[in-house]
């Protein structure tokens, strides 16, 4: 039975570590989109203070136009970039709820081996008092009969 528990708190432990690598690696990979997406955003910014600046000094119909479809461009990146985030939000909160599922499962393991090394050592302890006792009365009857 303690051979088993054991097999399955380390089998749990292990879950856990590898739910705890996957949350990680989600919260990185939400992290990099936010930054990816932050990066897009601020290059859009730069780009649109260049076409400022390079109205200012007059543009072409055609510059303008070839100008207006790259930011159009840049837009729908934007625009797919953040329907992305609910993807990435998702795949940590399924993380999450893996790993705390293995951290409970852990831990019921783990309580039930302390529950049972308690046990083992109560029984001990009786036993151990049972001898001394016995131990006691064995003593206490020789000196008895040797009188």
Avoid: P
Wanted: net charge negative; glycine share 2%.
């Amino acid at each position: 039975m303690e051979n088993a528990l054991e097999f399955l708190l380390e089998q749990a432990e292990d879950n856990e570590q590898q739910a705890v690598l996957a949350l990680n690696k989600a919260r990185s990979e939400l992290e990099d989109y936010y930054n990816q997406v932050r990066q897009i955003e601020q290059y859009r910014l730069d780009y649109c203070n260049q076409l400022v600046e390079r109205g200012k000094s007059g543009l072409t119909a055609s510059e303008y136009g070839h100008l207006n479809r790259f930011l159009t461009q840049l837009d729908e990146t934007l625009t797919k970039q953040k329907s992305a985030e609910a993807h990435f939000k998702q795949q940590v909160e399924d993380c999450q709820d893996y790993w705390q599922t293995t951290r409970k499962q852990r831990r019921s393991y783990q309580w039930l081996m302390d529950k049972k090394a308690e046990e083992k050592a109560q029984r001990a302890e009786k036993l151990e008092q049972k001898q001394m006792d016995e131990f006691s009365n064995l003593l206490f009857a020789r000196r008895r009969n040797q009188r």
